[in-house]
T-cell receptor
Framework: GQSLEQPSEVTAVEGAIVQINCTYQ??????LSWYQQHDGGAPTFLSY????GLEETGRFSSFLSRSDSYGYLLLQELQMKDSASYFC????????????FGRGTQLTVWP | GAVVSQHPSWVICKSGTSVKIECRSL??????MFWYRQFPKQSLMLMAT?????????EQGVEKDKFLINHASLTLSTLTVTSAHPEDSSFYIC????????????FGAGSRLTVL
């Protein structure tokens, strides 16, 4: 089976940097993904890591260490609109897109 | 950008009735779609994988006779909640694999079902 651990809540101020950690246990590793979801909205894709290292996309970066079963999402230059839930997810098998999601981290950005 | 449309966005029904939720990929073809369920302030739970032209693959613990999935075309998957009961009340979200890569899911906006 799979299990994922991520903090339930994180708060920060505008302009700050926030790191959301995710540790996972899975039988067979098929990549670590991150999704953002605003209240009542559709989750949107942020990043995907299959190999160790850092992936950078604008203000957001994601890191993976397969040996530590650990990853994180780094959000820089925080903006109010970044207030949302952030989910890490691992593949549930070789079928791409079949994901097991963590419980999500609620990020609140204060002015 | 790619759009996945869900309809209806919210529905209220009486206990014992059936409800159909549609999921359409508007500007790309999706041979594979996924249905998730989300309780308030909680995670997304994968219910099933919907494959165009073949039977859906259900996750462990999901009743296939309760949640009927049909994927009759490359742009449409439907989820029918049969004989709905209050415990089926939830937020149902579909997603499609693509078009930005097989590792990227494009999600619909979800359908909130309330069973009275």
């Amino acid at each position: 089976g799979q299990s994922l651990e991520q903090p339930s809540e994180v708060t920060a101020v505008e302009g700050a940097i926030v790191q959301i950690n995710c540790t996972y246990q899975t039988s067979g590793f098929y990549g670590l993904s991150w999704y953002q979801q605003h209240d009542g909205g559709a989750p949107t894709f942020l990043s995907y890591n299959a190999l160790d290292g850092l992936e950078e996309t604008g203000r957001f970066s994601s890191f993976l260490s397969r040996s530590d079963s650990y990853g994180y999402l780094l959000l820089q230059e925080l903006q109010m609109k970044d207030s949302a839930s952030y989910f890490c997810a691992v593949g549930k098998g070789s079928t791409l897109g079949r994901l097991y999601f963590g419980r999500g981290t609620q990020l609140t950005v204060w002015p | 950008g790619a759009v996945v449309s869900q309809h209806p966005s919210w529905v209220i029904c009486k206990s014992g009735t059936s409800v159909k939720i549609e999921c359409r990929s508007l500007d790309f073809q999706a041979t594979t779609m996924f249905w998730y369920r989300q309780f308030p302030k909680q995670s997304l739970m994968l219910m099933a994988t919907s494959n165009e032209g073949s039977k859906a693959t259900y996750e462990q613990g999901v009743e296939k006779d309760k949640f009927l999935i049909n994927h009759a075309s490359l742009t449409l998957s439907t989820l029918t909640v049969t004989s709905a009961h209050p415990e089926d009340s939830s937020f149902y979200i579909c997603s499609a694999r693509g078009p930005y890569g097989a590792n990227v899911l494009t999600f619909g906006a979800g359908s909130r079902l309330t069973v009275l």
